[in-house]
């Protein structure tokens, strides 16, 4: 490819607004344009590395069993109100009418369409199992669409959906696909981790998440220092302390606190420990009123946790100030658990303090020397907050470290919920009818670009991995308008490149070979060859690979084979 033929718009600034590094040189390098919040144009350079990336995972899918097809985008919605998800899924789904006022949706993903198909397809257990998979856009309508095509609102997907006659068969596909997207993971040249994960609104038993590790990941995952144990902090057990809960010391006072709202200004005030101020929080329950949390002031409320208790909204809501007026008579800041006439949870180690301060349910008022089972009823006990680096791990082996990741991919033993609830039954060899074991396994292909970019870059631009580079080598003529040398030696080679099968970009502009280099380094191209008039002279060109400092001499003859073994051998690193 000749750059001159490209209208490639490279920009110096960091874009407004772009926080992190991948969409920062998504858009300086021209891979991705904005269309509008969360809709991307995909430019060529971005559509080369993402046809590798979606090609890699072709390649995983068929090697693990997989077989493709290519599902509709948009989505009737009865098939979603067979599955009950038509209200559940909220307002991610985008739905529309056509012209005679029949709903439909944006498949923000398709285990109704897939299982639709599945009922009317698979008759036998004699045709199980079979996985199915597609690599298509999907739409989800995001609250918060940002960090470029890494939360999108339409974004590319594969998905694949697996049917079993039973558990067994299902949990040996979950074992390929599992290795699979490690594969996947390993040839994109990412460090990566595979979690255990909640299963969310897909629903399911089982499931894990794939993580590439990145200080902008948007989800934090807790890993044992002493054992395998990997899960999303959503789901990681936060164990109850052990040791008893020391006895009342003091007695129950209520102190003055004008304008102490938050935890951090009550602990100054008080001079306290965070760990013994209680925060009270209160959320929407199932039934249109409230429910009380409790939890340690040092700690963090865990929504997924907390949606899952009996009588509480799923998805989690705050209540709106009218409610926290109607339960506890003042303003958020200053709620507290005694006296309170709704249902109480307290968090495991909140209920472990003695001798706590809380809010008092007045304006400007915070009770100290609080006691549970004293002065107040002993709450219902729960795990409801996020583990912290240094608690002990759940499996009882080692101690918690916590590090940020981005979720990639995600795979999950569904069972029977939508071959249940939509009819997906097969005869069994007894001729029984059954419903058939489902599973389910997303990877977001155009996140994938974002978090590679998240792992490999340098000050001046991307250093792509090479299996996803856009191009393998850039070829730079140094001013080749005023060479006559070079611009008979570039040709040739541009052609030999060409010939041996290189991806080479040929940079041609007539531009200064400061603004061609800074170009291709940004473009994180990996490996550059610059023919220039003093190299010609000894007959060679300057090699130089995206992630070295240094110029080598590479002899002009035989200099595509060179290049080729180098290619080669780029790549090779990242396969397995
Ligand atoms: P998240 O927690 O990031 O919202 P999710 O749990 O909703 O992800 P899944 O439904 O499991 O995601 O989708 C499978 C994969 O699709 C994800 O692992 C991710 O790579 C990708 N994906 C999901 N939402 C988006 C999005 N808004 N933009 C880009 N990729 C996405
Ligand atoms: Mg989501």
Known sequence: MRLSEFPLNTLKEVPAGAEIVSHQLMLRAGLIRQLAAGLYTWLPLGV?????????????????????????????????????????????????????????CLGPTHEEVITDLARRELKSYKQLPVNWYQVQSKFRDEIRPRFGVMRSREFIMKDAYSFHL????????????????????????LAYRAVEADTGSIGGNLSHEFHVLAESGEDAIAFSTGSDYAANVELAPALPPTAPRPAADRTLERVATPGVRTIAELTAFLELPAAQCLKTLIVQGEDGGAVALVIRGDHE???????????????????????????????????????????VYADHAALAAADFACGANEADAHLVGVNWGRDLPEPAAADIRNVLAGDPSPDGQGTLAIARGIEVGHVFQLGRKYSESM???????????????????????????????????????????ETIAPFQVALVPMNPQKSEAVRTAVEPLYQALLEAGVEVLLDDRDVRPGVKFADIELLGIPHRVVVGERGLAAGALEYRSRRAEDNEALPLEGAAAALLERVRQGIDRHQR
């Open 423 to 465: 009819g997906a039954l097969v005869l069994d060899a007894e001729g029984r009818e059954q419903p058939m074991f489902m599973g389910c396994y997303g990877i977001g292909v155009t996140r994938l670009v974002a978090a590679a970019i998240e792992q490999h870059f340098d000050d001046r631009g991307i250093v792509w991995p």
């Open 48 to 104: 080369r590395v993402l046809r590798k990336v979606e090609a890699i995972v072709r390649e995983e899918m068929d090697r693990a069993g997989a077989q493709e097809l290519l599902m509709p985008m948009v989505q009737p919605a009865e098939l979603w109100r067979e599955s009950g998800r038509w209200d559940q899924f909220g307002p991610e789904l985008l739905r529309l009418r056509d012209r005679h006022q029949r709903d439909f």
């Open 166 to 189: 039973d558990e067994a068969c299902l949990a040996r596909t979950y074992e390929r696909m599992y290795a699979a997207y490690g594969r996947v993971c390993d040839r994109l040249g």
């Open 301 to 343: 409320l865990n929504a997924v946790k907390a949606e899952k208790l009996p009588g509480v909204a799923a998805p989690l809501r705050m209540a709106t100030a009218e409610q926290v007026q109607a339960a506890a008579g003042c303003e958020p800041g200053f709620v507290g658990p005694v006296g309170l006439g709704i249902q």
